[in-house]
């Protein structure tokens, strides 16, 4: 969308920039929205650009863009504009895929990590399940999974934190 730099790939940085365009707080972003956000930040668009924009970003197509659609969309052109680069914390839950996991995958993913389903992931269930995929895994590497993940610092991962995380792996491998 034009406005965008490599450090805006944190929760918060996405959720400002998502907020910036949902001026309703109704948790979407519509195709008026979209328009009034960019003419906001002073940046020239066509109605294709708007028309291929949401093509692009609208997963279920309903016309709207909700958060998760929209950080799978920002972390994408965010790491179209930077290099590639080897992420440094392995992600051995999630092996890359030839394309983008896409928002229905990752609630799936994410519902088999949150064991108690309380809607986030603890860092016993992180470990559980690197314990189940992979045999054996360190509390060095839990807890650098955990860090990498948990930007609110609550010491558990929310699906917000979770798509930001899944999504930055497949752009970083």
Not at 88 to 94: H, I, M, R, S, T
Request: net charge negative; glycine share 6%.
């Amino acid at each position: 969308m034009g406005d965008h730099s490599r450090s805006d790939t944190t929760t918060s940085s996405v959720r400002s920039t998502f907020d910036h365009y949902d001026t309703d707080g109704d948790g979407f972003i519509t195709i008026s929205q979209l328009k009034d956000g960019l003419r906001r930040r002073d940046i020239d668009f066509t109605e294709e650009d708007v028309y291929f924009f949401m093509r692009e970003a609208d997963i279920d197509r309903d016309s709207r863009i909700d958060f998760n659609e929209f950080t799978v969309y920002w972390i994408g052109i965010q790491r179209l504009a930077a290099p590639r680069r080897k992420s440094a914390a392995k992600n051995v839950l999630f092996p890359k895929k030839e394309t983008c996991p896409n928002v229905n995958t990752l609630r799936s993913e994410f519902a088999e990590l949150d064991a108690d389903g309380n809607g986030y992931i603890t860092l016993n269930e992180l470990k559980l399940a690197l314990v189940k995929k992979t045999g054996t895994y360190t509390d060095e590497e839990v807890y650098s999974m955990m860090v990498e993940a948990d930007e609110d610092g609550d010491g558990r991962i929310s699906f917000d934190e979770f798509v930001v995380m899944m999504v930055k792996a497949y752009w970083e491998h």
